[in-house]
Nanobody, 126 residues
């Protein structure tokens, strides 16, 4: 079965860290550009980070730059999102997705992604 499964979310205090995982089954994740998105209650889905399949280039939203790091582990068929110095504004459900770059490719736009995981909740609160 082809699927993505996110894990690693939870409750953390402001300033804390979490590492999210995006594990693939049924296909090789390394062949795909992978994006991380998040959606907070009452807000639109937001692109957080992206890692390219071609050269491993990484991209970040301004709101997380310097705090979040995206990486791959080929041996585990998994992409990670290391989140440090977490803030209350980071509270959201986080999703990973496989990208299909095309004309007008913009990694922050969810319509360029087709396969999504079920999401993992991240809550930053004291």
């Amino acid at each position: 079965q082809v699927q993505l499964v996110e894990s690693g979310g939870g409750l953390v205090q402001p300033g804390g860290s979490l590492r999210l995982s995006c594990a693939a089954s049924g296909f090789t994740l390394d062949y795909y550009t992978i994006g991380w998105f998040r959606q907070a209650p009452g807000k639109e889905r937001e692109g957080v980070s992206c890692i390219s399949s071609s050269d491993g280039s990484t991209y970040y939203a301004d709101s997380v730059k310097g705090r979040f790091t995206v990486s791959r582990d080929k041996s585990k068929n998994t992409v990670y999102l290391q989140m440090n110095s977490l803030k209350s504004d980071d509270t959201a459900v986080y999703y990973c997705g496989t990208a299909r770059p095309g004309v007008g490719w913009d990694w922050t736009r969810g319509n360029y992604y087709d396969l999504w995981g079920q999401g993992t909740q991240v809550t930053v609160s004291s």
